[in-house]
C-alpha cells in the first residue's frame, strides 16, 4: 500500500483537528473582539456626535429657562432610537455646572417626559450613566452624589418608576454607581421624602418664585442702605444668580429712589447702579429694561407717589452723569412731571417737608 493511502494514527487526526480548532477559534475570536470594538466605537462615535448637537440647545435653556422652546428644538433632530441620548445629555452637561442648572436640568427631563422621550428611556440613560460613573468621578468628584439627586429627582417627579432603584440595587455596579444607587434609596426612604426632593437642588437661581426672588431684592437694598457696604451689596447681587432677572432689581432701586424722597438715599442709590454697570454685572439692555419698566409704570406710581415725576427727572440726571442711560431710556423720560409741578408756582423747588424719609 502506498505511503499516500496508508490510514493515519487516531492521535494525528486529533492532532489536526485540535491544530484546526484552534486555528478556526482564534480568528472566531478575533473577528467577534474587532465587531465589538467597531460597535463600540460606532455607538461612542454617534454619542459625540449626538451630544455636540444638543448641547447648544441645553446651555441655551439654562440661560433662558424656556422647556417648550428647548422641546421643540429637540423634536426637529431626536429620533425615537437615540431620545435616551437626550436625557443622558441633559445629566452630563448639568454635572459640570451650578446646582441652579441641575434644578433646571431635573425641571426640563420633567416636562420632556412624555412628549421627547419615555420612563423606558429615562431608565435607560441613567444605568449608561451608572456604566460611565467611574469616568465622570475623575472631572467630577462629586458625581456620585449628583447622580443620586437625580435618580431620586426623577422618581420623585413620576419620571420613573421606584422598581429602578430596586432593581440597580440588586445588579452588579461600579463602587461609585453603587454609592449613588444606596444614596438614591435613602433619599427616597426619608420620611416625606418625595415632598423634600422637590428642594433637593435647594432653592435658587431662577427657579425661585417671582415673589420671593422681589422679597429678597428689597431686602438687599434696604440692607445696603443701612450699611452702606457697596461691596457687600454686590457679592450678594452675584449670589442671587438671576442675570435675567436684574431688570427687576434695577426697577426695585429706582421705585425705592422715588418713595423714599431724600437726596441723599438717591445718591446712595445711584452709586449702587453704577457699581453694578462698572462690575458688568448687569448688562446694558437689563439696565434700561428696568429703566422703561418704571417709565411704563409712572402713571401707577404717581398715585401712590405724587412726586413721583419730578423725583425721577431728579434720579435720572444723578444716574446720567454717573453712567450712561440707553438712547430709548432717554426718549421715553416723560416731561409732563415737572411742568405740573412747576405750574404751582413753586419754581421746581421741592419742600423740605416733602423731602423726610418715608418709613
Known sequence: MPDSAQPRPWGCFQLCDKIENIVHGESCTTVHETSRETIGTNSQYQFGLFQRKSEPVILEYFEHGDTNAAAEEFLDFVTAARSHLVCETIVEIALDHKAMHCEMASVLISDLYGRVFSAKDIGYAFERLLE??????????????????????????????????????????????????????????MKQGLVRLDNIWGVGGGIRPVKSLIRQIQLLLKEYLTSGELAEAMRCVRELEVPHFHHELVYETILLALETINSGVEEQLCTFLAELRRCCIVTPDQMDRGFIRVLEDMNDIVLDVPLAYIMLDRFLERCQTRFRLGDNVLKRVPTRGRKRFVSEGDGGAIKDHALKLRE
Open 132 to 189: 460611565k460613573l467611574p469616568d465622570l468621578v475623575l472631572d467630577t468628584p462629586d458625581a456620585a452624589l449628583l447622580l443620586s439627586n437625580f435618580i431620586a429627582r426623577c422618581v420623585a417627579d413620576d419620571c420613573l418608576p421606584p422598581r429602578f432603584v430596586q432593581a440597580q440595587a440588586a445588579a452588579a455596579l461600579s463602587a461609585p454607581a453603587r454609592q449613588a444607587i444606596h444614596r438614591a434609596e435613602t433619599l427616597l426612604s
